[in-house]
T-cell receptor, first 116, second 116 residues
């Protein structure tokens, strides 16, 4: 069974640009969560999608958005990039519910974004 | 507001030593979940365990064990007979259930280095 895949793995952008990251969950998984990891702020929850609906959202500005498609694949978008958006973006999938249910979350390898 | 403190920034041990990683949390909720994750050098987070606030039973899984004590708001993780492959950053996380929003908060992580 294929694991969680994230594309691209590495990305370099400049300030002001926008970026779209993609996450394909494990087959059959319907919940997808996104996290940002930076040296300064650590690991932070961005949002969770389930059945194409955003179910939970962390404390991030509106520049950060996401969506989920009918096949459970998810994308996150960051508009008007800032230097501080440089981070490792991790995606995780689970069968039904992110952190609230008795099931395991599986993480992808992450997308490392560098904003210059 | 929820908070997780991992006071140990880095721990260095020699193979076969036992090691305990500390996690102290703060929450006003009576219903919450606690987690441990492992992040090896590859960067991919690995889910290790979830505990809900009503289950204070200690858990053992192979060389791993967890001690949950509500009286001290701690959820400590012990690795018995450590191995080089245990070298990683370990994160403790807390997810409150208030309002049905299970947004996790992570500690800053403890870097464990196991020397051969």
């Amino acid at each position: 069974k294929a694991g969680v895949t994230q594309t691209p793995r590495y990305l370099i952008k400049t300030r002001g640009q926008q970026v779209t990251l993609s996450c394909s969950p494990i087959s059959g998984h319907r919940s997808v969560s996104w996290y940002q990891q930076t040296p300064g702020q650590g690991l932070q929850f961005l949002f969770e999608y389930f059945s194409e609906t955003q179910r939970n959202k962390g404390n991030f500005p509106g520049r950060f958005s996401g969506r989920q498609f009918s096949n459970s694949r998810s994308e996150m978008n960051v508009s008007t990039l800032e230097l501080g958006d440089s981070a490792l973006y991790l995606c995780a999938s689970s069968l039904v519910g992110g952190t609230a249910y008795q099931e395991t979350q599986y993480f992808g390898p992450g997308t490392r974004l560098l904003v210059l | 507001a929820q908070k997780v403190t991992q006071a140990q920034t880095e721990i260095s041990v020699v193979e076969k030593e036992d090691v305990t990683l500390d996690c102290v949390y703060e929450t006003r909720d009576t219903t919450y979940y606690l987690f441990w994750y492992k992040q090896p050098p590859s960067g991919e987070l690995v889910f290790l365990i979830r505990r809900n606030s009503f289950d204070e039973q200690n858990e053992i899984s192979g060389r791993y064990s967890w001690n949950f004590q509500k009286s001290t708001s701690s959820f400590n993780f012990t690795i018995t007979a450590s191995q080089v492959v245990d070298s990683a950053v370990y994160f403790c996380a807390l997810s409150e259930a208030s309002g049905g929003s299970y947004i996790p908060t992570f500690g800053r992580g403890t870097s464990l280095i196991v020397h051969p």
